[in-house]
């Protein structure tokens, strides 16, 4: 078996497709904060994919070194390492598609938000870079807290006058992957033909699994219902724990992006049917931000496919999660406000 061949089953069609020979594309891609937990295993993800053909990494730290490792990898996507602020705008020039999984991880006993005042000033930082540097580009950010730092990403364009919902991605895709995995785990699927679409946010009770949608169809007793669910939700915190200090998901995260990352490109490469969950600028909810199953297109969101039919327990999760998100959203949007 070899390294990637567990991912090139039914897993996801995206990933599939990430690693597929068929499908050539030349998409310039930029991670930034590529030398970190998340971006270094998302770097290499992304390098083995035929749809890209020139990666760049920027970070504050070690990405010469990272870029040159990934390099010598047999695979057509010319890597370049770029690093610090003065060397960002460059990384950045004629991408079309931006990851930035930058900002510090999760430690024990902390809550993503209680990332918010380092993370939120790195990705607004980022996001203006982007906004002068790159502004028809897909901006995918994996930065935690997403709740708040997709709002602080779009107010950022909107300052710069290159503000397009539709392009502006808060990636939760991990929250999706696991949901398949533990459903599989408890029903003994294939994990690679569940599917089971998460709405919300990205942060505990914001998290809102549909198993009532899942593919196949499956049902749970009430209690194992909510054991799952609440699983689900603290899935995060269950390897912050494992890991002992030592970081948060990182490798998982890691393949979520990719997955999310492929599934962007099939659609900008025409690709019919593309579907991912995304939190993004919505008006499903009274939430102005909220994550649903959005249909990709060639310039980002073709159709926000909305909530759709949903059972009275996960009616009753959507009604919990509004306060918690309208809050964090205003805590995002009152930061990028008050920056200079």
């Known amino acids: 078996m070899t390294m990637f061949s567990r991912l090139t089953r039914p897993a996801s069609a995206a990933l599939r497709r990430g690693f597929a020979t068929s499908s050539q594309n030349n998409a310039k891609v930029a991670v930034l904060g590529a030398s970190g937990g998340i971006g270094q295993p998302l ?3 992304l390098k083995n994919s035929p749809l890209i053909s020139r990666l760049n990494l920027y970070d504050i730290a070690h990405t010469p070194g990272v870029a040159a490792d990934l390099s010598h990898i047999e695979t057509r996507a010319e890597v370049k390492g770029f690093l610090g602020p003065e060397q960002l705008p460059e990384s950045l020039k004629g991408c079309e598609v931006v990851v930035i999984p930058a900002g510090v991880p999760r430690k024990p006993g902390m809550t993503r938000d209680d990332l918010f005042n380092t993370n939120a000033t790195i990705v607004a930082n980022l996001a203006a870079a982007c906004a002068q540097h790159c502004p028809e580009a897909m901006i995918c950010v994996i930065a935690n807290p997403v709740n708040s730092t997709i709002p602080i990403t779009s107010e950022v364009f909107k300052k710069h006058g290159v503000y397009n919902p539709n392009k502006i991605f808060g990636v939760t895709t991990l929250d999706i ?3 398949n995995t533990f459903v599989a785990e408890l029903k003994g699927l294939d994990p690679a033909r569940v599917n089971v679409p998460v709405i919300g946010g ?3 009770k914001t998290i809102i699994p549909l198993i009532s949608q899942c593919t196949p169809k499956v049902d749970f007793p ?3 219902l909510t054991a799952l669910t609440g699983r689900i939700q603290e899935a995060g915190t269950e390897v912050v724990k494992a890991k002992a200090g030592a970081g948060s998901a ?4 890691a393949y979520a992006g990719a997955r999310f990352v492929f599934s962007v490109l099939d659609a900008m ?3 019919e049917g593309v579907i991912e969950c995304s939190f993004v600028r919505s008006e499903e909810t009274e939430c102005p931000y909220f994550s649903t199953p959005l249909l990709f297109g060639k310039n980002g969101i ?4 909305g909530i759709g039919k949903i059972s009275p327990f996960e009616e009753k999760m959507v009604a919990e999660a509004v306060s918690e998100l309208k809050a ?3 805590k995002g949007e009152e930061f990028a406000k008050s920056m200079k």
């Open 43 to 45: 770097s290499l993800l």
């Open 177 to 179: 992957v696991r949901a």
């Open 202 to 204: 990205h942060a505990g």
């Open 222 to 224: 009430q209690d194992q």
């Open 250 to 253: 990182t490798l998982s995260m």
């Open 269 to 271: 490469n025409g690709k």
């Open 302 to 305: 073709e159709k926000n496919l």
């Open 328 to 330: 964090s959203i205003k």
